[in-house]
């Protein structure tokens, strides 16, 4: 009996040797696939956000991945101030005063280079240093006419119209 156990033993390893050995890959040369990628790359948006640094208000500039070099609005950069400083920049001493809860944010145009800022927080309740944030920071995002001044309104109050002290 052990015999015939060693031989079915010995022909499903024969059987497993040649269908592994049988699956149709064949060594080939190397194929061409044409010339490498060229021509120009993406342009990458960079924007500025008013960040703070020991007390102060420090410019920083950005790169936006995932862009595609088209300008962002003044409540997307907003946003980002919301969100913080990335890692590299807390690493550097930067924080931001503008709590993730005042976004969103609404930015309207009126004339003579006046934007008006709504957040989702009572104005009342952010710190000097954030009204500056977002007022330098809206005053410094892409707009079709470069802003003078911005009031931030909140909750039935606003602040400004300022400039960037900055």
Request: aromatic share 2%.
């Amino acid at each position: 009996m052990r015999t015939g156990l060693a031989r079915r033993v010995l022909a499903a390893g024969l059987i497993s040797l040649v269908a592994v050995a049988g699956c149709g890959v064949r060594p080939s040369d190397a194929i061409p696939a044409g010339d490498p990628p060229s021509g120009a790359v993406a342009p990458t948006t960079t924007i500025t956000l008013y960040l703070v640094k020991n007390g102060r208000l420090s410019a920083v500039t950005r790169p936006v991945p995932g862009a595609g070099g088209r300008p962002l609005f003044q409540a997307d950069t907003l946003a980002l101030l919301a969100a913080g400083p990335t890692a590299r920049e807390q690493a550097h001493g930067l924080t931001t005063d503008v709590p993730p809860e005042a976004g969103p944010f609404s930015v309207t145009a009126k004339p003579a280079g006046h934007l008006v800022v709504t957040v989702s927080t009572p104005v009342g309740e952010l710190s000097t240093l954030a009204v500056e944030q977002i007022v330098c920071t809206a005053a410094a995002a892409p707009a079709p006419e470069s802003p003078a001044q911005v009031t931030v309104v909140g909750a039935g109050q606003s602040v400004g119209p300022r400039n960037c002290p900055g």
